[in-house]
């Protein structure tokens, strides 16, 4: 080995200080360890653990054969054969290590194959190569190549890339590499990089549900017409089209080969990088030597790059990502969370404290507190934003509100979020601050040290007997504590109200901003709407909802359900303004949707085009899966019709009504969920592909009267094109219909099991999944 290396610096050097090494060089011109190049020929086979020497290239720089990989077994590789570090660049068994006694052969029809100790042939191998090949050979590239009798390539590893590419090696359309696990575990990690067909280079997370759409790097402006990804031998890698014109610059920054070694690798935390090795110590430089990074990798920074409203960003839920001074990202815990695995620190991580009780936010607010985190960020998990409100108010809000398990604050504006925490970054270009919201940590040790001294808390202790069930002792004597403590401080109701950014108006108030209740906009099963304006500055709209059922049912009641609904904040809910809770009285206050209702729009004298009730369509959906799954006091829309869905002056759709019937529970929310909003859902949808109501008498024909079964009868005798039979633009874009028919469909089947949730119908509405063939809606009923 050591003789290797100098025999190897004097051919780079051509200085003979040892004539030892000269000698050898004399000799074999073209050897390394001793051995004369050749051709693999047919026959030849290599066997892990057997002291085997691999197929090396005639340079000897790189090497075909078996790498151990700790303990876990060996790969079949190439590697760079002069370093220490033997950096292996192309793998052929990475997610199936073979044990030793495993073989490859080059067999006598000319086939590469990997067989395990028994000579079955392992798993995922069986594209090493074709038959027919009449010799391989390890080229000086760092490819393996099988040739014909004419010296033909049947077959390379510069076709098949696993996480690496080589100078001269070029990424073709459809090609791909993936990232290796992590350090030392070469297995499939989570990121890509992909010369996509339709001609884009763009690198994305392997594990999202919506891979396609989740690039966190891409090429831009090339989009649509690269056909080849070149790494040439200065260094420069481009996408070129088909017609060879170089389109976009990846990496360009110049090296020599011939002082260099040069590799392009995805590593496992997602960044694409090029790294060079000298050849030799020239310069004074001393062994060892090092991979160094040239200066451009991409994404430049991924932990900003990669954030996305599903998926846990650069690092794992809970954590968070930063760019240390080596450029390199590392994934860390905030303030209260420890590491899910040490070992494997992507995972994610832990709280390590016992959560806040939603039953009884406020009275736990002391046992919690706020650790500040600078330049700390974490995108795409808020679920309430409030302005102009300053940084103290931001921490009382998350510290009273169960469901904030971090807040960010940034010049005036509060964002709450909740856990798991996801997309978390620190950087010096972030100007938010992250106030993490953790459990006091004394008060934990206080708890358990009052409580071993103290046994007066025994009556305590059976009273919350049933909670024991199914946890540990220690957490009783937690809510023991806390329950006893609520009573002790109780907070104002006006209080939390005022939290909430609601304005609490009086009756009076009311009555003239509407001018006696005058215009009525509509009315709706809980009473009616009226048309206002408030006479602050900017004169706003209002809606006034005046709630006749509601009148006399208990004041809890309604402050509770006003709070809930004043949590809610999304692009197409009807946002909540006030409320004025006095005597007899209970009205709330919304903004005013000046497009009307979705019921006029879609029913009326003239059908409003087929892109617009798409989009409302996408609306409603995403406005239904928030209430559903993301806001944080989870809120069943029993009624959804299009007499609920308003649409505000540029016709997006706006929920509304929703949160008037009653709030569910969390563990409730789940199978109730599907039971009512989305069969809601599913006919709205129909309704609005067809412009029409579900139930209609003035139809043609008899089968056509309810609008769900006409239109799965027209689905499975695939004459969809009844259903929109006068709409042109309908007409055009049939994939679609038919897609938005078969969610509608699963929507609406009778067993509830068989619903999706409101998360898999948008993404089945986006088409981002694909909608399998749903079954008869009624086949549940017919059945019983
Ligand atoms: C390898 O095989 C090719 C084709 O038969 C031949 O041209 C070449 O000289 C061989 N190389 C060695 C080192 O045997
Ligand atoms: C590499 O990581 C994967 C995923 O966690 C694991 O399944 C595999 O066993 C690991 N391989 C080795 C060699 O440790
Ligand atoms: C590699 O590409 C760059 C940029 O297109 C070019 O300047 C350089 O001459 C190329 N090098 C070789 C060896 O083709």
Known sequence: MRCLRIQYLHIMNLQLPYC?????????????????????????????????????????????????VGDAGYLLAIWF?????????????????????????LTADGQLVLNDQSGTQIRNT?????????????LDTGNFVLSGQAGDTLWQSFDQPTDTLLPTQNLNSGAQLIAPYREKNYSDGRFKLTLQRDGNLVMNVTAYPLTASNAYWSIGSSIGSGNQLFFNQSGYMYLVARNGTILDQVFSNPVSLQDLYLRATIDYDGVFRQYV???????????????????????????LAISF???????????????????RPSCRCPPGYTFLDQNDVRKGCKQNFISQDCGHPSQETDSFEIQDMLNTNFPHTDYELFTSVDEDWCRRSCLSDCYCAVATFMDRTCWKKRGPLANGVTDPGISDKALMKVRKRNRIEELAQKKSAKKSDQSALIISGSVLLGSSIFLNVLYVFFTNRKKQKVIPQHHAMRDMNLQNFTYNELETATGGFDEELGRGSFGSVYKGVLGGDDKQIIAVKKLEKMAGEGETEFKTEVKVIGRTNHKNLVQLVGFCNEGQHRLLVYEYMSSGSLSNYIFGDSRPNWHRRMQIAFGVARGLLYLHEECSSQIIHCDIKPQNILLDESFNARISDFGLAKLLKTEQSKTTTAIRGTKGFGILLLELVCCRRNFEIDVSEEHQIVLADWAYDCFKEGKLDLLVEEDEEAMEDMKRVERFVMVAIWCIQEDPCLRPAMKKVVQMLEGGVQVSVPPDPSSFISSI
């Open 20 to 68: 030892f090494c000269f000698f050898l060089l004399l000799q074999l011109p073209f050897s390394t360890n001793g051995q004369a190049y050749r051709n693999v020929s047919l026959g030849s086979s290599l066997t892990a653990a057997s002291g085997d020497l691999p197929w090396t290239s005639p340079s000897g720089e790189f090497a075909f054969g078996f790498q151990q």
């Open 81 to 105: 054969n002069k370093i220490p570090e033997r950096t292996i660049v192309w793998s052929a068994n990475r997610n199936n290590l073979a044990q030793s006694g495993s073989t490859v052969q």
């Open 126 to 138: 069986a594209y090493l190569g074709r038959s027919g090949a009449a010799y391989g050979a390890m």
């Open 277 to 303: 090795y000298p050849k030799t110590a020239s310069g004074g430089k001393n062994w060892p030597m090092n991979w160094t990074t040239l200066p451009k990798s991409i994404p430049s920074n991924i932990c």
């Open 309 to 327: 409203p599903f998926g846990s960003g650069a690092c794992g839920f809970n954590s968070y990502c930063k760019i240390g001074d080596d450029q």
